[in-house]
């Protein structure tokens, strides 16, 4: 049995799966970012759903980034709380991969964006194994991106309407109704990490923020 926190984007998800299948997801996706106050009601309501307590869970998973700067900090805390209390281990999964693992598996090349804010947005490229072939970057999009990608190109993510005004090629194709990654996207990926014992550090482990954070000052 394997917890999955997902907190990188406005959606606020959870799920619980027993080896890599999901066995309950409950999420919210909200303008407000209501990840502090629903993050552990879903957790209590997932356990409850599934019949389960939190002795029966093995392992934490989190969406460690990029993506939001509270929204991760938010669900590294509370992985890291979980893990300490339950003495179980930690295991982290990327963020753009949990998102590609909702796309369509078709023949081309697969691109989560996540907003970054202006023109940028955090992506990666994935071809159509699953094989991250372009790590995570924060990338200003304009119409010369992903130039050397010579197939079909299948864009999905909370960025997706920013893209389309940029990359207007034929080879753009546009999952519209994939916006946010969802915890019960996570159940395979952290079933095989646990299996390898891919584990954090409970104790050092930090969010991939990507950029540095930095707070504006009043104007």
Request: glycine fraction near 6%.
């Amino acid at each position: 049995m394997i917890l999955n926190l997902e907190t990188s984007t406005k959606n606020c998800s959870v799920s619980i799966a027993n080896q890599g299948e999901t066995l309950v997801c409950l999420e919210l996706a909200s303008q407000d970012y209501t990840h502090a106050e629903k993050l552990h009601d879903f957790v209590a309501e997932a356990i409850a759903k599934t019949g389960i307590t939190f002795s029966d869970i093995q392992a934490v998973a989190v969406s460690k980034g990029p993506g939001s700067y509270t929204g991760l900090r938010i669900g590294v805390s509370a992985a890291k709380g979980y893990c300490s209390a339950l003495q179980i281990p930690l295991i982290s999964v990327e963020t753009l991969a949990v998102l590609c693992n909702a796309a369509p598996k078709n023949k081309g090349f697969f691109i989560p964006m996540l907003d970054a804010r202006r023109m940028e947005v955090y992506t990666s490229v994935f071809d159509e194994s699953g094989t991250c072939i372009v790590p995570t970057q924060a990338l200003v999009l304009d119409e010369h991106s992903f130039a050397n990608l010579n197939d079909a190109c299948y864009v999905f993510g909370d960025a997706t309407s920013k893209a389309k005004t940029v990359l207007t090629d034929s080879k753009f194709i546009f999952f519209e109704d994939i916006v946010y990654p969802s915890a019960k996207e996570m159940s395979a990926m952290s079933w095989k990490k646990f299996q390898n014992k891919q584990w954090e550090d409970v104790a050092y482990f930090e969010p991939y923020y990507l950029k540095e954070f930095m707070i504006g000052g009043k104007k």
